[in-house]
């Protein structure tokens, strides 16, 4: 029963902050932690190749291995990046350059989060808090940054390696991945999801 006034949104989002209250300490890793996880094989990648991308999911604080399934990461001359479910794409020339494509590996596996944790009420939540006008194409003819998905992977991608070395790093506001403070979107998942919020956002210098 909601109080005067008082709205489902309005009540699900006062659950939520006395929740993040209760379980903020339960919840803590170090930012610097390397969290690694994840279940994956490669198709079509070298050693150079395979090297890059384990180093980009090792950077991250997020723990991939939310992700109940084993992705498969091809790599070859696909021009765009991109993910299907239980399949990152990622193009070869963008991993030839070294840590600049590493927050472009988080994002792609972060949508196998999307694909295979996140539920409609989940993903619900994390559209309006984004501020995003649609989940995931579903609404034809929306800017790429309009979709909730796609800030949400910005968002894992600069939240948990918030380096200077972060080609994601938000320089304007307009920016996907500044849908949200970093660690209020830490936050926000270590309550939607599970995933262990870090304890210190420093950016390293």
């Not at 379980?23 to 050693?47: E, K, M």
């Not at 950077?59 to 696909?78: C, E, L, M, N, R």
């Not at 808090?129 to 309009?146: D, K, P, T």
């Amino acid at each position: 029963m909601y109080g005067v006034g008082e709205t489902a949104d309005d009540h699900l989002m006062q659950m939520l902050r006395r929740l993040a209250t209760v379980l903020a300490l339960a919840f803590v890793i170090p930012a610097s932690a390397q969290a690694a996880g994840g279940s994956y094989a490669f198709q079509g990648a070298s050693a150079s190749e395979r090297s890059t991308v384990r180093a980009a999911l090792n950077a991250s604080s997020f723990d991939w291995g939310v992700v109940p399934k084993q992705i498969t990461v091809h790599v070859g001359g696909y021009g765009v990046s991109h993910s299907t479910p239980g399949n990152v794409w990622l193009d070869r020339r963008l991993l030839a350059s070294g840590r600049f494509a590493w927050p472009t590996v988080m994002d792609e596996y972060a949508h196998q989060v999307d694909f295979f944790v996140l539920d409609p009420s989940r993903r619900t939540l994390l559209q309006h808090r984004l501020g995003a006008s649609a989940w995931c194409y579903e609404v034809s003819g929306l800017a790429h940054g309009a979709n909730g998905c796609e800030r949400f992977t910005s968002m894992v991608a600069w939240a948990y390696w918030p380096s200077k070395d972060n080609s994601y790093r938000p320089v304007s506001a307009l920016d996907e991945s500044a849908a949200m403070p970093a660690a209020e979107f830490r936050t926000l998942l270590s309550l939607v999801v599970g995933i262990p919020t870090p304890v210190s956002a420093l950016i390293q210098r």
